[in-house]
């Protein structure tokens, strides 16, 4: 037989309890999500390229900054699918200089400035982007056991490595980082600096955030490269 009973008052506030919940965290969500077709302030004077791990040729002429955080799950995305995209068409033929530097958003992600910390070690032994794709992969494992057992299967000078991790100059190296990303008015990763090559400069001419596909970035790349054919 049916329980054809009306609802309690009681069940009813829990209903509604209940779905004003799901709307506020609905919301949430929804602000907190990385949209790349945000518009960002686009940088008046040139970024200096210091400090930054580098990838591709130091003598091309459009560069790329990319701000980013180990544990953050769209920079992960970006670093496994959207990377090796630019590094075949762009980076590789020497048309674009790619850098990256580190902004662990500590507050959600713990480990995040350990790892970058780790990352900027390898990097002392020619072993950065080993490491940068390593832990991008293992995103879930960055803490310090897993880290060092990284560390090991590639090889680094375990000595060596540690000794930087626990130098109060690598921490240096973040909090530079850190300091321009402030000056920048940058507050979550990835993000992207796109622009043309002046020196050792960037002078820039666009700036993405967020879930960014290759397309965009392409289109960003491919319109700075035509400005100096």
């Not at 829990?14 to 960002?40: C, G, N, Q, T, Y």
């Not at 990377?83 to 790619?98: K, S």
Request: hydrophobic fraction near 45%; charge should be positive.
């Amino acid at each position: 037989m049916t329980d054809r009973r009306k609802p309690s008052w009681r069940e009813g506030l829990d209903v509604a309890a209940s779905s004003i919940l799901l709307v506020a965290a609905s919301v949430v969500l929804w602000k907190a999500w990385p949209r790349a077709s945000e518009p960002r302030e686009v940088p008046k004077l040139p970024i200096e390229f210091a400090g930054d791990q580098i990838k591709g040729d130091l003598q091309a002429r459009i560069g790329m900054v990319q701000y980013s955080d180990f544990q953050c799950p769209f920079c992960g995305q970006f670093a496994r699918e959207t990377l090796p995209l630019l590094d075949q068409q762009y980076i590789q033929p020497g048309q674009l200089r790619f850098a990256f530097r580190h902004l662990p958003i500590e507050r959600i992600h713990p480990l995040a400035k350990g790892a970058a910390q780790a990352a900027e070690c390898a990097g002392r032994q020619g072993l950065f982007w080993q490491a940068h794709d390593a832990f991008f992969v293992q995103a879930a494992k960055l803490d310090r056991g897993s880290l060092l057992a990284s560390m090991e299967e590639m090889g680094a000078d375990m000595g060596r490595w540690k000794e930087c991790v626990d130098s109060p100059q690598t921490g240096e190296v973040l909090a530079a980082h850190l300091t321009e990303a402030r000056t920048l008015r940058i507050s979550g990763t990835p993000y992207f600096l796109i622009g043309t090559v002046e020196g050792n400069r960037l002078r820039v001419r666009s700036v993405v955030s967020g879930a960014v596909s290759f397309a965009r970035l392409k289109a960003d790349v491919d319109s700075a490269l035509a400005s100096v054919r």
